[in-house]
């Protein structure tokens, strides 16, 4: 057992099982649904965590205020994990998504999207936030930005949740082409709607970030309503990985050469 009460060779073992046993879906892009994501035990305890207090609300320049109805706690922030009153089960959702092997799998999950993005595997680090999302949040159409390598949505949901608040994943009406400009938002007059990731307790959306991965949240106005998750990303090291890019190039400039 580590300092916050869980044994994570169990918690990561779980979820290892869960990727290495769940079938990819193709459409609109490459994603996986994953139920029964988490450990059991570190997942009720996540959702009945009290957030009085932990989340801040989130300002975000995308020009749509309805984004600023979330509220966050950046769990991977190192004065998160080092706070001694934060409860263990945050202290030890923080330390799964840094195990080695859990990130390895989620990787080699869209291995052949990062062939296509990077010469070679990039270096990555992890990084988590727990958010709540109020009555009057939305998130139109959009891609993600390249910085990230896989996504994964986790949800905490009540066992009465409506499952439509879950996030949509879209088809471009037409099968026209968009430039890829991750930061954007699009009209939603642009997409036909393919599925809505439905938002249930412990259920998990992932996919791999690229030019047609474009999903969203539709407005959801219900008295009260609250969408608990947390956004897990594996996302590049850029610093890292432009000094191995550097030696990369180097190499292949070498082999040019002779």
């Known amino acids: 057992m580590s300092d916050h009460g869980y044994d994570m060779q169990q918690l990561t073992v779980h979820t290892i099982y869960r990727l290495a046993n769940t079938p990819a879906r193709r459409?609109?892009?490459?994603?996986?649904?994953?139920?029964?994501?988490?450990?059991?035990?570190?997942?009720?305890?996540?959702?009945?965590?009290?957030?009085?207090?932990?989340?801040?609300?989130?300002?975000?320049?995308?020009g749509d205020p309805a984004e600023n109805?979330?509220?966050?706690?950046?769990?991977?922030?190192?004065?998160?994990?080092?706070?001694?009153?934060?409860?263990?089960?945050?202290?030890?959702?923080?330390?799964?998504?840094?195990?080695?092997?859990?990130?390895?799998?989620?990787?080699?999950?869209?291995?052949?999207?990062?062939?296509?993005?990077?010469?070679?595997?990039?270096?990555?680090?992890?990084?988590i936030d727990l958010i709540e999302d109020h009555q009057g949040y939305q998130l139109a159409p959009h891609t993600d930005v390249s910085q990230k390598l896989v996504t994964c949505l986790i949800y905490l949901a009540e066992d009465d949740a409506d499952p439509m608040i879950g996030t949509e994943l879209y088809a471009l009406r037409g099968g026209v082409e968009?430039?890829?400009?991750?930061?954007?938002?699009?009209?939603?007059?642009?997409?036909?709607?393919?599925?809505?990731?439905?938002?249930?307790?412990?259920?998990?959306?992932?996919?791999?970030?690229?030019?047609d991965t474009f999903h969203g949240v539709s407005p959801f106005t219900k008295a009260g309503q609250v969408r608990k998750l947390m956004q897990f990303q594996i996302n590049i090291d850029k610093p890292a990985y432009n000094e191995k890019l550097a030696v990369w190039q180097a190499e292949q400039d070498r082999k040019t050469e002779t």
């Open 178 to 211: 968009k430039p890829d400009q991750p930061r954007m938002r699009w009209d939603r007059a642009d997409f036909v709607r393919a599925t809505t990731a439905p938002y249930r307790p412990n259920t998990a959306l992932i996919f791999s970030p690229g030019p």
């Open 27 to 62: 459409f609109p892009f490459k994603h996986f649904l994953l139920e029964d994501f988490l450990d059991p035990e570190l997942f009720r305890n996540l959702r009945a965590l009290d957030t009085e207090g932990l989340l801040q609300q989130r300002v975000t320049d995308a």
């Open 69 to 127: 109805k979330r509220h966050v706690l950046r769990m991977s922030d190192p004065a998160t994990r080092s706070d001694a009153s934060m409860p263990g089960c945050v202290v030890a959702m923080t330390d799964l998504v840094n195990q080695r092997p859990l990130v390895h799998v989620m990787i080699r999950m869209f291995e052949e999207s990062v062939k296509r993005r990077f010469p070679f595997t990039p270096p990555v680090e992890s990084n």
